[in-house]
């Protein structure tokens, strides 16, 4: 799976951790699968996050997607308390993980569009609410997977961050063997 992340300022932690995630998520939601790309946007956004088949795929047999992901809107829970640096950057990651299992309703033809709109496995999804939101198959799905991939992902994750350096047997000392080196 090809992947490219857009994001300013990004901790070079952060961006290996959602590298990490998003081919975590790939292995675990469709291992095979091939000549996938999905590009990772971190912008403002009208919504949480959201994914999309990319504007010039074929929409009947879609490779290449968008995800969007508005890291602002993610600082804040849901009762409007702003949350710690490790709270969002976790937040991220289950955001990350929920839209990838998107990418893998559309790669399995569970999720299309077409000119009438959103379809699940053939039924029309139409929602009104937030209610209805939370309540549409594909969503379910998402939220249910998201947690999985998540923790499953954060305790590789934390194993990662306790390995020690490796350790380089490198000679950094200058060789000079004819003592014509400036000191």
Do not use: C
Not at 171 to 180: A, Q
């Amino acid at each position: 799976m090809k992947t490219t992340i857009y994001a300013k300022n990004l901790d070079k932690d952060i961006r290996l951790a959602l590298y990490g995630i998003l081919s975590y998520s790939k292995v675990k939601l469709f291992p095979r699968h091939k000549n996938i790309s999905v590009k990772l946007h971190l912008r403002e956004h009208i919504v949480d996050g959201e994914t999309y088949i990319d504007e010039f795929d074929d929409r009947r047999n879609p490779r290449e997607f968008r995800i969007v992901i508005d890291p602002y809107k993610l600082s804040v829970d849901d009762y409007d308390r702003t949350l710690s640096d490790l709270e969002w950057f976790h937040k991220l990651l289950r955001t990350v993980a929920h839209e990838m299992v998107h990418v893998k309703q559309y790669l399995r033809r569970e999720l299309t569009y077409k000119t009438k709109g959103m379809f699940w496995k053939g039924n029309l999804v139409d929602w009104n609410t937030e209610l209805d939101y939370y309540n549409a198959p594909h969503e379910v799905e998402a939220y249910g997977k998201e947690k999985a991939l998540f923790f499953g992902y954060l305790a590789l994750w934390n194993q990662f961050k306790k390995l020690p350096l490796p350790k380089m047997n490198i000679d950094v000392t200058v060789k000079d063997p004819l003592g014509k080196l400036v000191q």
